[in-house]
């Protein structure tokens, strides 16, 4: 079964930084693009960053500049390096795997997804 396990979400105050994690499982990651999404309390999910098997990579205009996304194909692990953090910032953060071969934000082109995990940012 495909499984993928985030970790390194948190609390910060605002202007901070996490690192966050995607360990993946079960499928041959280095064939499938990978993104991370975010959803707060009563909105939509939204596409944060990807990266396709070429690590062309593509942002949300909320966070270029501020995160970046990373891939380690040897140990199937996907990476988001997020600085100058904001309350807006403040969601689930999600990964996920797509059989595209483009770094897309929808997440309606992604099959497989981890079960979250929370950042919280303060001002």
């Known amino acids: 079964a495909q499984v993928l396990v985030e970790s390194g979400g948190g609390s910060v105050q605002s202007g901070g930084s996490l690192r966050l994690s995607c360990a993946a499982s079960g499928y041959t990651y280095s064939s499938y693009s990978m993104g991370w999404f975010r959803q707060a309390p009563g909105k939509e999910r939204e596409g944060v960053a990807a990266a396709d098997i070429i690590s062309r990579t593509n942002y949300a205009d909320s966070v270029k500049g501020r995160f970046t996304i990373s891939r380690d194909n040897a140990k199937n692990t996907l990476y988001l390096q997020m600085n100058s953090l904001n309350p807006e910032d403040t969601a689930m953060y999600y990964c996920?795997?797509?059989?595209?071969?483009?770094?897309?934000?929808?997440?309606?082109?992604?099959?497989?997804w981890g079960q979250g995990t929370q950042v919280t940012v303060s001002s």
């Open positions: 996920a795997a797509s059989g595209r071969r483009w770094p897309t934000l929808s997440p309606h082109e992604y099959s497989y």
